[in-house]
């Protein structure tokens, strides 16, 4: 039932981005997304359309798997356009009983529409070419600075990796003990929502319980094996720039000032 | 020289209530006084709950001793300097394959431990490859831990403690979760590494046949250490053992027996080989068994049940039955492919087949988990559930519903079949049902399955305590959280849980994983208990083959989603060469006998000890002196 969701997306095959430092893909897609809501040019968009169409050209992952992330905002999407279309005032286009499109609705949707789009498939470009273990290396090592401000940086980013391993665990589990109390006569699918909320607590304090010990094993098991937090751990596999890296860093930094300079040249 | 030095060490385990008063404190052992030779395999044996975990969580300094010392090559783990050292010395291998795996790749799993303590980069590599090595795991090192089977995760966790290059690694019930193959890797691979690496090995475990290599046992009982010695010293104490709640090695058990009889055996015996040794000797000194050989009776297995079951009444029918696993994506395999099979009411049935055969996908669609796409299912209850069928509905008005009862066979794909009420009918019992209890007390969880079958509460209540007494779970528990119970209770309570619904087939997935040996005898003779008391019929899951030998009457053996083999054990374990051609073995006493007929001495062969002593004892007494056999024809 459960068991088909598969966490994080990642593409396996072996490409410039793929081999980018997760530090470097973390940063393009903040410094991406940041040059995406600076512009407001028709122009602009067009040529960060194009960029983004270069990277996912560059990162050899098919386009009807970047597209698939784009289905699970279609909904989010088609909201936003519609408010926007008929709710902003402005000249009028047609009249659909109360509802009036405009042209400045017509306008401010698209760019939203466009915006968003671009959102999910530079994202999804993070997602699917870095490994979950990595994105938490890189996430700990570029966040490093944090730990200045005792924010504890290692400790969130070691839950982050226990989390996607435990999640699919979790997942069967649930699976598990929801037949087994089926098989005991549990009915889930039928009765008011009280009665199904209710239906409920036979699976979650089995899953809690689980879940409880599994916490205290998985404890027991890193301080077997030394675990006493970020202090004094080293790295079987360091993170290390390189050449592409740096040279990345540049085009993206050149990217957000193009995108700044085109707030000051009128462009149509 | 010693490695680990234990000194009148006690551990007790205090709770307090929410005001930090101390309520009760329970003493989980009590003045320990052992150590262990550097480079040695220790076995330590006891029962569930006799302190064996608490005492492995001592060795390197997981948990303090409340008195007494315990030294790791000198150092003493009282003292907070130490701990780490410790650990470094003392790896530690858990029951629980998925809850000591910490990283999402196999190799950086591995590595988490030399992480941890500050190597190198360069060296973290070295030793990450080395112990891969060592456990023979270097092909899945990129793979995901969830991908893996149960045996070779334990195999990576022993990877894991061996980065750290310990001197002593303690297992903790590695192989109480995983099959006979998985539970075969893991023992071989720890025995390579005491062989090869000369580490000492510290395993705890429940399995009698897993401690005859060790170079020493050690029988805990309610905390304290009640026997320490040889394998050989340890297991000729057959009725002692048993008080204790263990058990022997059933050769072990089977060659205690014979010496009983007169047979003039005079070591203990630990393995077939010894056992096939010690019987040609005999055949060749003209031993001949003194007292006059009458054959007893030998219980039939018909006599167990108390319904004859009768030629060609089945309480479920299969007929090509075939399910795909993940369909529609590349990863499509069969789980079931074109199964057909019987099972007779009122017998006891096993399936057999290793992890992943499609024993799980079978019995989930005998009670509907799981809808039979193609092929179709027959049941026959003595009270059928009925039909509900809803007739036409027009505009608002739904149409009116008929319920008809059916008698005899009944098809699980027949229009209006209620998947619900079958599962009253059919009980499933999964695998660790334990894990599935959630109320309060232990009698409102039993309660909860007559509930659901729409019961009053004062029918559901005499309906649990009727299944709980069944189970021989007294009623001083009643009232208790099941949380608080030991292990084999929960185990009782859960099952109870199914067969408070009042199933006419019940279906149990390796119930007995898990137990000590006392737990798991006593629960299979109350399931035949409920085949007797009851007249249910038993479809037994399971891996063990000596089990299924000793309480099934009926054997359908799975592979890779095929039924390979059907009939009576006997029939069944008759064929050697297909069971093993499948990767599956005899019962350890079938084999012994198998070996003994191939090698002249003919005599019937049997599947439990009980048979093997009624063969040998008919065997020895006969006239086999003139080149006869005897002949049970």
């Given at each position: 039932m459960l068991r088909e969701i598969t966490l994080g997306q990642y593409y396996p095959v072996n490409s410039f981005i793929h081999r980018l430092d997760s530090r470097v893909k973390l940063a393009g897609t903040f410094l991406f997304l940041i040059a995406l809501f600076i512009v407001n040019s028709w122009t602009a968009y067009a040529v960060l359309a194009l960029v983004l169409f270069g990277f996912i050209l560059l990162s050899k992952v098919p386009f009807s798997f970047m597209v698939r992330g784009l289905k699970s905002v279609l909904f989010l999407l088609l909201l936003s356009v519609s408010f926007n279309l008929f709710l902003t005032p402005g000249e009028e286009l047609f009249r659909f009983f109360f509802l009036k499109m405009t042209k400045e609705g017509l306008q401010i949707a698209s760019m939203m529409a466009i915006r968003l789009v671009m959102l999910v498939l530079s994202s999804s470009i993070l997602t699917l070419t870095t490994t979950p273990n990595a994105l938490t290396d890189g996430m700990e090592k570029g966040l490093g600075i944090f730990k200045l401000f005792h924010f504890p940086v290692h400790e969130i980013a070691m839950m982050m990796s226990i989390a996607l391993r435990f999640i699919p665990i979790l997942v069967e589990e649930t699976d598990k003990i929801m037949k087994a109390q089926m098989a005991r006569g549990a009915d889930f699918e039928s009765g008011s929502i009280f009665d199904r909320a209710k239906a409920m607590v036979p699976i979650l304090v089995p899953l809690f319980v689980s879940a409880f010990r599994r916490a205290y094993d998985l404890a027991m098991a890193m301080e077997a094996r030394c675990y006493q937090g970020g202090e004094g751990r080293t790295k079987m596999k360091p993170l290390h720039y390189t050449k592409a890296d740096y040279l990345s860093y540049l085009v993206l930094f050149l990217i957000l000032g193009m995108a700044i300079g085109s707030r000051f040249i009128s462009l149509p | 020289m010693e490695n680990i030095v234990v000194k009148d060490v006690s551990y007790q385990y205090t709770r307090r209530n929410e005001n930090d008063e101390v309520i009760e404190t329970l003493s989980a052992l009590s003045a320990l006084n052992f150590s262990i030779e550097a480079g040695s395999f220790v076995c330590i044996l006891g029962h569930n709950g006799s302190g064996k975990s608490t005492l492995a969580k001592l060795f390197n300094a997981l948990q303090l001793p409340t008195e007494g010392t315990i030294l790791v090559s000198g150092m003493d783990s009282r003292e907070e300097k130490n701990i780490f050292p410790i650990r470094r010395e003392v790896g530690m291998v858990f029951q629980n394959p998925d809850n000591q795996i910490i990283a999402s790749v196999v190799e950086e799993d591995v590595g988490f431990g030399p992480e941890n303590i500050g190597l190198p980069t360069d060296e973290i590599w070295q030793r990450v490859n080395n112990a891969l090595s060592a456990v023979h795991m270097e092909a899945y090192r990129l793979k995901s831990p969830n991908h893996l089977s149960g045996g070779q995760k334990q195999r990576v966790a022993i990877a894991g403690t061996l980065a750290m290059e310990p001197k002593t690694i303690v297992l903790d019930e590695p192989t109480a979760m995983l099959d006979p193959s998985g539970r075969k890797e893991v023992l071989e691979s720890v025995l390579e590494l005491k062989r090869k690496k000369g580490i000492s090995i510290i395993l705890i475990t429940h399995y009698m046949e897993e401690a005859v290599d060790a170079d020493r046992i050690l029988l805990m009982d309610s905390g304290k250490l009640v026997m320490d010695g040889s394998p050989r010293e340890v297991f000729q104490n057959v009725e002692r053992l048993k008080e204790y709640r263990m058990d022997v090695p059933l050769i072990t058990e089977l060659a205690h027996k014979l010496q009983k009889k007169g047979f003039p055996i005079e070591k203990t015996i630990l393995k077939k080989e010894e056992l096939e040794e010690e019987l040609f000797k005999l055949k060749e000194e003209g031993f001949s068994l003194q007292e006059n050989f009458t054959a007893p009776e030998l219980p039939g297995l018909s006599e167990l049940s108390s319904e004859k079951p009768e030629a060609g009444d089945y309480i479920v029918e299969v007929n090509h039955l075939s399910a795909i696993f993940q369909e529609g994506t590349a990863m499509e395999s069969f789980a079931l492919k074109d199964l057909s099979m019987k099972i007779r009411r009122g017998s006891l049935t096993a399936v057999i087949g290793h992890?992943?055969?499609?024993k799980s996908t079978l019995v989930q669609h005998l009670n509907g988990l799981i809808k039979a796409k193609s092929g179709e299912i027959f049941v026959s209850f003595r009270e059928n559930p009925p039909l509900v069928k809803s007739g036409k509905s027009f505009l608002f008005f739904k149409g009116k519903k008929t319920v008809i009862e059916k008698k005899g066979r009944l098809s699980l794909s027949e229009e209006g079949f209620d998947y619900r009420a079958l599962r009253f009918k059919v009980g499933l019992v999964f695998q660790y049902p334990e894990y599935q209890l959630f109320e309060e007390t232990v009698l409102a969880d039993v309660m909860f399955g007559p509930l659901n079958q729409g019961k009053t509460r004062e029918d559901a209540e005499a309906l649990a305590k009727d299944a709980l007494a069944s189970l021989g779970i007294g009623e001083e528990l009643y009232a208790k959280s099941p949380f608080e119970l030991s292990g084999g209770q929960k185990r009782k309570v859960a099952i109870a849980g199914v067969l408070a619904m009042g199933p006419e087939l019940l279906i149990l997935d390796e119930p007995t994983a898990g137990l000590d040996p006392a737990g798991r005898d006593e629960l299979f003779e109350e399931i035949a208990g409920l085949r007797k008391n009851y007249a249910m019929t038993i479809l037994l899951v399971s891996h063990s083959m000596d089990d299924v030998a000793r309480y099934a009457d009926e054997v359908l053996v799975l592979h890779q989603g095929e039924l390979k083999l059907e009939g009576t054990v006997e029939e069944v374990f008759s064929k050697k060469e297909e069971l093993e051609s499948m990767g599956l073995g005899l019962p350890q006493i079938r084999a012994l006998l198998f070996d003994l007929k191939k090698n002249g001495l003919d005599m019937q062969l049997g599947n439990t000890v009980s048979e093997a002593v009624h063969a040998l004892s008919a065997y020895f007494s006969?006239?086999?002196?003139?080149?006869k056999g005897v002949s049970h024809a």
């Open positions: - | 992890t992943g055969s499609g006969g006239d086999y002196s003139e080149g």
